[in-house]
């Protein structure tokens, strides 16, 4: 220590001597020497009664960690790059209790309750047993976990894949009240006990190519912390396995949770658990109840006609973890905020989000059924045709439109799902969720003579068995099942069999005792368009200079040919938001400048809704057109590329690229 207050000027070392001194009282360090000493006194001293010396007072204090603690508590205002540097290192798990940062920075209102949730490591991920450690700086496969409670999106740092991955978070939600009656009183327990929300848990893996797999997806009752001692408690909670999985751990998160501000009276354990079970009741009736309706429901529509059974009409279907709702839970008016502005281009963002089918164990060709709970399709950024048609038909309805989900058939009877509006002046419209296609529906009449002109339908549904949204449930019980005969008037009970509004009410509305999940805002894009878009146009130029030099070609590159084709991936995607084709003439324009005569320009647009360059590069080689113009020869050949990312909420982004090549003409 003198060492070090030599090179100091004496005030900065007596500042320096003072805080440690103040950290040593605050520690009771004084104290935790003296029991130091008395113990190493009995332990090694007392057959010879040496004397003691220094050397060995401070080695025994760092056996037992005193010194270590010492130095952790000592915190510097200068040492903010310092703490960020090694922030990669393994934090101990109790450093967070001791000082928890987040309620430092967080701007608290003293008149409101939260809910401080930390998560403090994971174990048992036993799928991830026989990883190794990642070197520094490699790039590995990562955890992330996403929350969701009342209103409030939440996001963990991501740790790498271990069987015991490393989070080290703690996340403060707001307990909001419902009314704003009692605006100035503080919420207390009892009134908390019936705020039924669960914190709804979303366990993302991201391997090293930035795809992403749903690993798990947890409902965590938070309640217990009301009748805890001092207002915490610690739980392990385990995390099942998704889809054909749901019944399998894949691994145990350390929860802790603690009230804040510290509740003046807690519940008794009996209180909270006899809450539980009468929640549990009233959910387990309600949905028996419904059961029973949609059975006799069933019974009466198969009586119109016996050959109905074979129709698509889909009451219930399993989300991620294997739970069966009835399909109107999984639809509700969703409200965008300012993230997205018209239906169209809300119909654009649901398109960018990936298509994947559920994954299947085992061949055969069968489709695993997997809706999955909103939260999981927006964190994980990719889902199935029909959670692509729930989220597009819950913007819809937030938007104020009549909308529907239709179930029904593609060609080739491949079963699928479509959203459907029905204009106040009767106009039906298609929208397609995985490509954000619209079409107008003019049904053809059977009964028309052969001579009638028949409007040719250019959507490609086959058969729709059933439509329902949030509150609406209809059958379709029309003599045939085809899109292109069938009447969506919805009120002609002779065409369309409805279900009970009130029966559905009763186990689709959120609130007390439903079982069905609270929808998330959606959340603002994290991605930088411009930054993306400019390390995307950097891997691909070197990715078609290392091409062409395979090839032994050499490579020069048109910077002013690549800046003209921006106006031209603006207006692509423009269109595919509005349907709306503009500033074509004006590119044309430049690029007939830009090419001398007796030139040849050759352009290739393509469109992407992954950030993965190589991945892009090798989708784009396979084609005729663009592989012609990416490996050119001739005369002054002169390459050009553009890359455009046009960002979305959550993560979603439409990647617009152009190639372009321009060579002098020999022939």
Partial sequence: MAAAAMSLSPERASELRELIQRQLLRMDVHGRIREVLAETIREELAPEHQQLSTEDLIKALRQRGIVDDVMKELKFVTDVNEKERTSASKPSTHFVAREPPVLKKTNIDPTRRYLYLQVLGGKAFLEHLQEPDPLPGQICSTFTLCLHFRNQRFRSKPVPCACEPDFNDGFLLEVHKDSLGDGSKMVDATTMLSICDPVHMVLIKTDTFGETTLVASHFLEWRSVLAAENGITNIAVELLGVGSESKVSVGVLNIRLEMYPQLSKTLSPEITNTQFTLERQKTAEKERLFLVYA?????????????????????????????????????????????????????????????????????????????????????????????????????????????????????????????????????????????????????????????????????????????????????????????????????????????????????????????????????????????????????????????????????????????????????????????????????????????????????????????????????????????????????????????????????????????????????
């Fill in 295 to 667: 059975k006799q429901w069933w019974r009466e529509y198969l009586q119109i006609r016996p050959t109905h059974n074979t129709r698509l009409v889909k009451i219930f279907a399993q989300d991620e973890n294997g739970v069966n709702r009835p399909v109107c839970s999984y639809v509700r008016p969703l409200r965008a905020g300012r993230l997205l502005d018209t239906p169209r281009q809300a119909a654009r963002f649901v398109s960018v989000l990936g298509y994947e089918r559920a994954p299947v164990i085992g061949g055969g060709g069968g489709k695993q059924e997997q809706w999955c709970t909103l939260l999981a399709f927006i964190c994980r950024n990719k889902g199935d045709c029909e959670d692509h048609a729930n989220l597009l038909c819950s913007l819809l309805l937030g938007y104020g439109l009549e909308a529907f989900v239709c179930v029904g058939t593609k060609a080739k009877g491949v079963p699928h799902t479509w959203v459907m509006t029905c204009g106040t002046d009767g106009t039906i419209t298609f929208w397609e969720s995985v490509t954000g296609h619209r079409y107008i529906h003019r049904p053809v009449n059977p009964d028309d003579p052969p001579l009638v002109e028949q409007p040719k339908p250019l959507y490609p549904y086959r058969t729709i068995g059933c439509v329902f949204n949030h509150h609406k449930f209809f059958g379709n019980c029309q003599p045939t099942d085809a899109v292109e005969v069938c009447v969506f008037d919805l009120h002609d009970e002779s065409k369309w069999k409805p279900m009970s509004g009130e029966a559905i009410k009763s186990v689709c509305s959120p609130g007390a005792a439903s079982s069905v999940p609270p929808f998330p805002p959606l959340c603002a894009s994290a991605i930088d368009a411009a930054v993306t878009s400019n390390e995307i146009e950097l891997q691909l130029r070197l990715l078609v200079s290392e091409h062409r030099k395979d090839l032994g070609l050499s490579t020069v590159w048109d910077d002013h040919l690549s800046y003209l084709l921006s106006p031209a991936l603006a207006a692509y995607e423009l269109e595919r938001t509005t349907s709306i084709s503009a500033g074509n003439e004006e590119f044309q324009d430049a690029v007939r400048r830009a090419v001398p005569d007796g030139h040849t320009f050759k352009g290739f647009p393509i469109h992407f809704v992954y950030r993965n360059a190589r991945r892009a590069f090798a989708t784009c080689l396979r084609s005729p057109f663009c592989e012609e113009i990416i490996c050119c020869r001739g005369d002054q050949v002169r390459l050009a590329v553009r890359v455009r990312v046009f960002t979305y909420p959550e993560s979603a982004c439409a990647v617009w690229i152009m190639f372009a090549c321009k060579y002098r003409s020999v022939l």
